[in-house]
């Protein structure tokens, strides 16, 4: 089955600083999404983003297929970005396959 | 628009026991997939319904199981319960089912003793 990397598997920022988190994956891929999970266990949907790039306030994401990678961007991070991010991928007729996430810790 | 809900949020469970997990979807949302979270493992994919039926299932054994009635809510059910079915259990839903945009519920941690 189709393999997810996520890099770093862990990052700590100081309070305002801006960080790139990268997803790998082996195969093509029909959807991709990323998300947060808070320290409560809750999954917060950030992107759908099966290609392109999209922006969400200071969060943006963009998706390379044909390279199989996809980056998500926090600029200006705040405390409040702590969590650990996943990106999950999808092909048709399969189910959605997580990463292993990158676990962010934001200092004040 | 309510979001995804599940019940109960936290259970504590003995070895050998049975347990049933309930997610209410999104009004309108027909398929409801469940994933177990735990430390080692990841996220890992258990199994999808979409209009009553069984649509995917993940690699785990029988003792998993699952429904979803015809209002689109789902349950799923673990029996003979083992100290490594201690997870943290999602469900998501999405409007038509397979890799359309997922949203979760806040999930269910079950702690097995």
């Known amino acids: ?108 | 628009k309510a979001g995804v809900t599940q019940t109960p949020r936290y259970l504590i469970k003995t070895r050998g026991q049975q347990v049933t997990l309930s997610c209410s979807p999104i009004s309108g949302h027909r398929s409801v997939s469940w994933y177990q979270q735990t430390p080692g493992q990841g996220l890992q994919f258990l199994f999808e319904y979409f209009s009553e039926t069984q649509r995917n299932k993940g690699n785990f054994p029988g003792r998993f199981s699952g429904r979803q009635f015809s209002n689109s809510r789902s349950e799923m059910n673990v029996s003979t319960l083992e100290l490594g079915d201690s997870a943290l259990y999602l469900c998501a839903s999405n409007l038509a089912g397979g890799i359309y945009e997922q949203y979760f519920g806040p999930g269910t941690r079950l702690t097995v003793t």
């Open chain 1, 1 to 108: 089955g189709i393999q997810v990397e996520q890099s770093p598997p862990d990052l700590i920022l100081q309070e305002g600083a801006n960080s790139t988190l990268r997803c790998n994956f082996s195969d093509s891929v029909n959807n991709l999404q990323w998300f947060h999970q808070n320290p409560w266990g809750q999954l917060i949907n950030l992107f759908y983003i099966p290609s392109g790039t999209k922006q969400n306030g200071r969060l943006s994401a963009t998706t390379v297929a044909t390279e199989r990678y996809s980056l998500l961007y926090i600029s200006s991070s705040q405390t409040t970005d702590s969590g650990v991010y996943f990106c999950a991928v999808g092909v048709y007729g399969q189910n959605f396959v997580f990463g292993p996430g990158t676990r962010l810790s934001v200092l004040p």
